[in-house]
């Protein structure tokens, strides 16, 4: 025989205290989720670890505390690991590169390769440098940092009842499988990249809305301090668009977006302003030069099939993906196809070798402005006398570039 508290308890336990439907559960839980995305993009990513946005204090402790109450995160932990990430990238010491250890290891492992950097005290001195040292963060959600995720779990059962714990589930393991498995696995092993970037870095999607924007990983890896993480027109940056918002109403201050080519009257000869702009702009007129290569290559491809050149074509087509990426990213196992590929096609070697006598001249570091400013001249002149019109359109590119 069942007693009041006992029919109670039953009923809570069935339906909570809000008696929510199925699809208003898995509404707030999506809700709930993306908060938490964009408090981790927002305030831990683009403000506290790359500083491209100042947050007024109402956002950035709101962030602070939902980010307590719903993933245990520690802000200075969270900085350290990410800014090491980026300072030792795809080496031995790169806390989650799937390149060191391995794609499997970050996509399954990714909280435990996490948990083991935030604990190193190495790792948080040298890196977790300028962020909150107030009051709450030494008083409560450093030390308490597991007290959070509890009142949520209370939170969700008191509105749910049972099923409370499986929407905290879900909350729990967001952040581990989109930031520590996707976005710092997919985002260096798989997917489409804009810039030739020096790491493995890439886009998982251009539609920057599930995880934030930080999908467009490749973009992030280039421009680092940007505040904006979209960079082509086709692209989408959901948290851009939130923190325009909260430009707009006075509670942030965007300090950094990417760079944009500015092209002024084509000089003479480049100078060394020339080369500063180059150097500024270098992504961005590389991804322009590897428009040129893929043309060239897709003509070229188209002549060849037109020739009856089949085994050509298909030799071609092995590598064509290959063509417009710095020498070192190529897999050894292609290196000959493409050297053999370049010897069959002058046209497209050139390009190909061209490029890389252009990347020469801004990495290098053992000579003066000057030097360097001359050894882009050479280039231009080189260019211009080469015959190839892509080559000789660049070369006037270059020297129409400003800082």
């Excluded at 962030?63 to 245990?72: E, K, N, S, V, Y």
């Excluded at 520690?74 to 794609?103: F, L, M």
């Excluded at 500063?276 to 428009?291: F, G, K, N, P, Q």
Aim: with cysteine; charged share 20%; aromatic share 8%.
């Amino acid at each position: 025989m069942s007693s009041p508290a006992v029919d109670a308890f039953l009923t809570w336990a069935d339906k909570g205290l809000v008696d929510a439907s199925a699809w208003q559960i898995v509404a707030y839980t999506l809700l709930l989720t993306h908060i938490t995305i964009a408090s981790v993009t927002i305030f831990l990513h683009r403000s506290q670890a790359h500083r491209s946005l100042d947050l007024h204090a109402i956002p950035s402790h709101f962030f602070r505390f939902w980010l307590w109450l719903t993933t245990a995160t520690v802000t200075k932990q969270w900085v350290a690991v990410h800014r090491k990430h980026h300072a030792k990238c795809e080496t031995a010491e790169d806390p989650h590169s799937p390149v060191a250890h391995g794609i499997e290891t970050v996509l399954l492992r990714g909280r435990e390769l996490y948990a083991a950097e935030a604990a190193n005290a190495e790792t948080l001195k040298k890196y977790g440098h300028n962020t909150p040292n107030d009051w709450l963060e030494n008083r409560l959600y450093t030390p308490h940092a597991t007290l959070g995720i509890f009142l949520m779990l209370a939170i969700d059962l008191a509105l749910f009842g049972a099923i409370g714990i499986t929407v905290w589930a879900v909350q729990m393991v967001w952040i581990p499988i989109t930031a520590a498995g996707i976005i710092n696995g997919l985002g260096h092993w798989w997917g489409y990249r804009n810039f030739e970037a020096a790491d493995a870095s890439t886009n998982v999607s251009p539609w920057g809305i599930l995880i934030g924007g930080e999908e467009l990983h490749n973009n992030h890896h280039t421009y680092p301090t940007s505040a904006k993480l979209s960079v082509k027109p086709y692209e989408f940056d959901i948290g851009w668009g939130y923190i325009r918002g909260l430009e707009m109403l006075g509670l942030a201050t965007v300090r950094k977006v990417p760079p944009r080519l500015t092209l002024g009257e084509v000089k003479p000869v480049a100078d060394v302003k020339t080369l500063e702009a180059i150097a500024a702009h270098r992504y961005e007129l590389m991804a322009s030069y590897a428009r040129e290569v893929r043309a060239a290559c897709a003509t070229e491809l188209n002549r060849l099939k037109g020739d009856g050149q089949q085994a050509a074509a298909e030799k071609l087509a092995r590598v064509r993906k290959w063509l417009h990426r710095d020498e070192d990213k190529v897999p050894a196992n292609l290196r000959t196809d493409l050297a053999l590929a370049l010897a069959d096609n002058p046209k497209l070697g050139k390009l190909i070798a061209m490029r890389e006598e252009l990347r020469q001249v801004w990495t290098k570091t053992n000579v003066s402005a000057e030097q360097l400013a001359h050894e882009l001249q050479a280039w231009c002149q080189k260019a211009e006398a080469s015959g190839i019109q892509a080559l000789q359109e660049f070369s006037r590119k270059l020297r129409a570039a400003h800082a």
